[in-house]
């Protein structure tokens, strides 16, 4: 099981996240999901240390996760707000979870979000291999 609370603690503390990834024995990108996690929903050592270990992990989002409550994103919208300065892919998927429009991992995110790009910036649409491109 990841040691989260010791995560949060070791970074309340001011050790970096290589040092934290090698002291729990985790991955350094597991450290920065915690850390974003536990940022994202302003929850401190001392409050994750009040939870039951499943509260807690539920408030970070983490743990037993319900079905996706929506199937479609529209990306759209990701990208026009995107457009904004300061704007992030990682603050825009925090923001869905925290309003359950999504249940995805940062990375699936970013990977969905990625070919809906290539899908709608094509002059041509999709085009399988072999086939002429639109000129």
Wanted: net charge positive; proline share 2%.
């Amino acid at each position: 099981m990841v040691k989260f609370r010791e995560i949060i603690r070791l970074h309340e503390l001011g050790y970096n996240q290589s040092d934290i990834a090698q002291s729990c024995a985790v991955a350094r990108s597991t450290v920065q999901d915690y850390i974003r996690r536990a940022r994202g929903k302003g929850l401190s050592y001392a409050e994750l240390c009040q939870l039951s270990d499943s509260e807690a992990q539920a408030q970070l989002g983490k743990g037993k996760q319900s079905p996706v409550t929506q199937s479609v994103i529209y990306f759209a919208t990701v990208h026009r707000e995107l457009q904004g300065k300061g704007v992030t892919l990682a603050l825009l998927w925090q923001e869905g979870l925290d309003q359950e429009r999504w249940q995805l991992s940062y990375g699936q995110f970013c990977r969905r979000y990625s070919q809906w790009k290539i899908g709608t910036t094509s002059p041509c649409g999709r085009r399988m291999p072999g086939e002429r491109r639109c000129l």
